[in-house]
Structure formats: C-alpha cells, structure tokens
C-alpha cells in the first residue's frame, strides 16, 4: 500500500494510526480491502444482479408473448435498475475500500475505517481470543477478530468491516483482503510472538474506538 494517503488524513503521524506507535512496536503490514471482493462479499452484488437479471428475463418471457423484440424491450428497464443499483452498491464499496487502512504491528491490530464517520480501533493482541480466516479461492479473504473482556464494539458503526451476522458479540474483521493466507500467517506469529513476552505496561491503549474529528 502506497504512504501516501487522502488528504483527508494528512494530520495521521502514522497512516491508519492516530498516534505515533510506542517505542520498540514495529508496523508490520498495512492493507485495505480490494473494492470488487467486498462489494461481492458485504454488499452482494453478484446476488442482486443475479435478482435483476432473472427477473428481467421471467417478465420478459411472460409479457413478450414469444415475440423477442417485445420481450426485449420488457426486460431492459429491469436491467436498467439492477445496473444502476448494482453500480451505486460497487461505488460505496470503492469509497470503503479507499477511506480504510488496516495496520498489523508487532503489539496490535489496528483499523481505521468507515467513509461518512471515520473511527480508528485498537486491539492490542491481548485483547484478541482468536482470529478466524474466511478464505475464497482467489486469495481474498476476511480475518475476524474475536475481542476478550468487557470491550463492546458497534456492528453498525464498524460496518461492513465486521464478521456478518454476528452482532451480540460484534467480531472486527479485515474484510476481503487480498492474499489472506499470508496476513493471517503474519498476525497469528506477531501475536504468539507478542503473548510469549512478559506483558510490559503502557505500551499500547487497551481495546478502543478513535473516532476522527
């Protein structure tokens, strides 16, 4: 990922950190998600224009009365819409993936995101239970974090960068990251790296929720 970021963050010491890391924690990796694989996973686009496509053709089929030309032109305001919802749908994904920056160091997990209202979480590892890879064929994945303790994060808020359908116990994810495998791998050595060492305090904020002004 390029250094250079929106200008909208310019006052980040750090991109996608808030505050300058403590001495001795080391950035290992930062990332954000690829556009096409969240709108295809959050926003599911390949259903709706699939909705939109079938029917399309089913009222087509059933008012063209076997002429095509009629049929034809039954069907296109159908997927007239579903093109249009479908490019507003990718558009927000496009906007997503370009407002968030997700950060591995060598002490946390770190996740600036959200577009409108835009919030840094810190999960320092000691603060994660688990990190569960949902891996697709093409290399893309999602990571979702499960926080210990009392720290209670907003699925709305953290939208679509969360686990789906978790919402009791909202899971922050790294959502449809391209090659996955080799982020996970980095974050589960980080981590028992990090958990092997005596616990130093003060080194980095427990769980929370930046949000940016």
């Known amino acids: 990922m390029s250094n250079h970021d929106h200008d909208d963050f310019a006052v980040e010491p750090v991109p996608g950190l808030p505050a300058e890391p403590p001495k001795g924690e080391v950035l290992l990796w ?11 996973e959050a926003m599911k686009i390949n259903w709706i224009a699939g909705y939109f496509v079938a029917l399309a053709i089913w009222r087509g089929w059933a008012m063209g009365g076997g002429v095509l ?8 305001p159908y997927l007239a819409i579903g093109a249009v919802t479908c490019g507003i749908l990718y558009s927000i994904a496009v906007v997503q993936a370009r407002t968030t ?20 979480l810190n999960l320092p590892f000691r603060q994660i239970g688990a990190a569960n890879l949902a891996l697709k064929s093409n290399g893309t994945g999602t990571i979702a ?5 009392d720290t209670r994060i907003s699925y709305l808020v953290c939208w679509p960068h969360v686990r789906p359908w978790h919402f009791n116990r909202t899971q922050p994810a790294l959502r449809a990251i391209p090659d996955a495998a080799a982020v996970a791998k980095l974050l589960a050595d ?14 980095t904020a427990p769980a929370h929720a930046v949000a940016a002004e």
């Open 190 to 203: 980080a981590a028992e790296t990090r958990l092997s060492q005596p616990e130093v305090t003060n080194t």
């Open 30 to 40: 930062q990332g954000r998600p690829q556009a096409f694989a969240l709108a295809r």
């Open 101 to 120: 920056v997700y950060t591995i160091t060598t002490a946390r997990v770190a996740m600036r995101i959200g577009a409108a209202l835009t919030v840094t």
């Open 69 to 76: 030309s009629t049929s034809f032109a039954v069907m296109l």
């Open 145 to 149: 974090l499960q926080t210990l303790g």
